[in-house]
């Protein structure tokens, strides 16, 4: 069996930011993997670069061409799109060694551990990473608008209605939500350096009315997004232990660990990092340094399912669990499920209750529903969903194709 030909496309009406990738085989079996972030750009890498190695090589020897890959662009920096190329080429790969083996990707891992995983609903909208109309747009991480009341917008709710927000997710059974309302205060001018009491506390009143009114009945998570430095941070911790909170995820910048480790040492909250690792040493200083209680991975950005597979387990050497991220497409998270289910160190899943009732439907072939707060994992061959296929029109949507002459 050979890889023979190699699709990109980004459906730019859907979620502007995400690639979809699809690798052929001679035995007609198609694997699906996806990335976010710069699309165009790691586009350009898988067909003008990966695909130079990739050609006709059997897709089963997976290890052997993460290996070269990732091995090869650490020539140059093999972080940044580098990674996200090679990470969405690993899932596809993963994906038709599952529909080979007739296998869901979980049991290839090892087998099943957890036969559902725990979600948790970040509070986005529709609109937070996606669109749904026609006009394309952009985003900056943590630059996302707080929009206006609509269908499934929890980020409006967080900031307008949290008990209200709180109490429709404990009806559908969530046992916890995430918050990042403290974007605003970020984006003033020096807002990274200072950020005053008054709005330490508006960030923190959705947090005090969901207390006052729900008391410990629903888990609370918010998310700094890397903005602040570390006085800032120390000041927002202080006021966040009155709130029992899950965990504070990625309050300051993770471009020091050294400082991550400080942080954590004098705070007296759980700490979450980072989505933003995409490189095995970030994670391995993390462990090392104690500056984490809870390790978040992005599968589609740090090398895929074997990369994700590995720090998970690096992980549970330190005792520290695994949370995994999507707020970013479809095999996203089901990528970080079917690591989860063959692993007892993963705890949540991330998920976006408007991604998953608004946006994924129109980009693959099967729904992902939450009951009762848990996500089940699939039974069918591989990823356990497929592109639409009408996404992969020659002419629409950035389409791109290589294949063997």
Same mark, same amino acid.
């Given at each position: 069996m050979q890889i023979t030909k190699i699709e990109t496309s980004i459906a730019e009406s859907i979620m502007p930011g995400l690639l979809l990738v699809r690798v052929h085989t001679s035995e007609g079996i198609v694997g699906c993997g996806e990335t976010y972030y710069a699309p165009h750009a790691v586009a350009a890498l898988i067909h003008d670069w990966l695909s130079h190695y990739l050609m006709g090589k059997n897709? *089963?020897? =997976?290890?052997?061409?993460?290996?070269?890959?990732?091995?090869?662009?650490?020539?140059?920096?093999?972080?940044?799109?580098?990674?996200?190329?090679?990470?969405a080429i690993d899932l596809a790969l993963w994906d038709i060694f599952g529909q080979v083996t007739s296998q869901p990707i979980w049991q290839l891992l090892g087998g099943c551990v957890q036969e559902s995983i725990r979600t948790y609903n970040s509070c986005g909208g529709p609109s937070y990473g996606g669109t749904t109309d026609t006009e394309k747009s952009h985003c900056w991480p943590g630059y996302g608008p707080v929009g206006n009341q609509g269908p499934l917008n929890d980020y409006w709710s967080a900031v307008n209605e949290p008990v209200e927000l709180a109490e429709s997710l404990i009806l559908e059974g969530y046992q916890a939500l995430k918050v990042w309302t *403290?974007?605003?205060?970020?984006?003033?001018?020096?807002?990274?350096?200072?950020?005053?009491?008054?709005? =330490?506390?508006?960030?923190?009143?959705?947090?005090?009315?969901?207390?006052?009114?729900?008391?410990?009945?629903?888990?609370? =998570?918010i998310d700094g997004h890397g903005f602040f430095q570390l006085a800032p941070a120390l000041r927002i911790a202080k006021r966040l232990q009155e709130y029992d909170i899950l965990w504070a995820e990625d309050l300051l910048r993770v471009d020091c660990v050294d400082t991550l480790s400080d942080f954590r040492e004098k705070t007296q909250i759980p700490v979450a990092v980072s989505e933003m690792f995409n490189g095995p040493d970030d994670y391995r200083l993390v462990l090392e340094k104690r500056a984490a209680d809870f390790v978040m991975i992005d599968p589609t950005w740090v090398g895929g399912i074997s990369q994700t597979r590995n720090i998970t387990r690096l992980a549970q050497f330190y005792n520290i669990p695994v949370v995994m991220h999507d707020c970013t497409g479809p095999l996203t998270l089901l990528t970080g499920v079917h690591v989860a289910a063959s692993s007892n160190n993963v705890a949540w899943q991330e998920s976006l209750r408007a991604h998953l009732r608004m946006l994924y439907p129109h980009l693959i072939d099967q729904t992902i529903e939450v009951k009762d707060g848990r996500i089940q994992i699939p039974q069918t061959p591989g990823m356990g969903v497929a592109w639409l296929p009408e996404l992969f029109e020659p002419g629409q949507n950035q389409y791109r194709i290589t294949q063997i002459a």
């Open positions: 897709p *089963l020897n =997976i290890e052997s061409h993460w290996r070269f890959l990732y091995e090869r662009s650490t020539n140059f920096g093999s972080r940044g799109a580098e990674l996200r190329a090679i990470s *403290l974007d605003f205060a970020a984006h003033k001018t020096n807002g990274p350096l200072h950020i005053t009491y008054q709005d =330490i506390t508006r960030a923190l009143k959705p947090f005090q009315k969901i207390r006052e009114a729900l008391g410990n009945n629903i888990e609370l =998570i």
